[in-house]
């Protein structure tokens, strides 16, 4: 079984920059499409960026299109979110999500109801 591990969110003002992590442990030998997603209170969870296992493909909700960036490191099997100019509106739990593929290697995937793993999530708290 794998465990997917978020860290790296925090408080931040409005402007600064918030470099999240996604660590998978366990049986990692299963190649992974990921994603991430984030919760606000009384908001559903909604999509924020995906890349494909090959890290070639990324996708980006058009909320944080030219502020977020997603990347992976297959050898050290994290995905990372970076996000600059933060804004408010960013306030949330972010959650890392994982869908094993055995071929399309350089798909992304948009929706929750694709991935079957979920980390537990990192609050990320922006001030102004």
């Known amino acids: 079984q794998v465990q997917f591990v978020e860290s790296g969110g925090g408080l931040a003002q409005a402007g600064d920059s918030l470099r999240l992590s996604c660590a998978a442990s366990?049986?990692?030998?299963?190649?992974?499409?990921m994603g991430w997603f984030r919760q606000a209170p009384g908001k559903e969870r909604e999509f924020v960026a995906a890349?494909?296992?090959?890290?070639?493909?990324?996708a980006y909700a058009d909320s944080v299109k030219g502020r977020f960036t997603i990347s992976r490191d297959i050898g050290e099997n994290t995905v990372y979110l970076q996000i600059d100019s933060l804004k408010r509106e960013d306030a949330a739990v972010y959650f890392c999500?994982?869908?094993?593929?055995?071929?399309?290697?350089?798909?992304?995937?948009?929706?929750?109801?694709?991935?079957?793993?979920w980390g537990q999530g990192t609050q990320v708290t922006v001030s102004s």
């Open positions: 366990g049986r990692t030998a299963f190649r992974y499409a």
């Open positions: 999500a994982a869908k094993s593929i055995y071929s399309a290697a350089t798909w992304y995937y948009t929706k929750d109801y694709e991935y079957s793993e």
């Open positions: 890349i494909s296992w090959s890290g070639t493909n990324r």
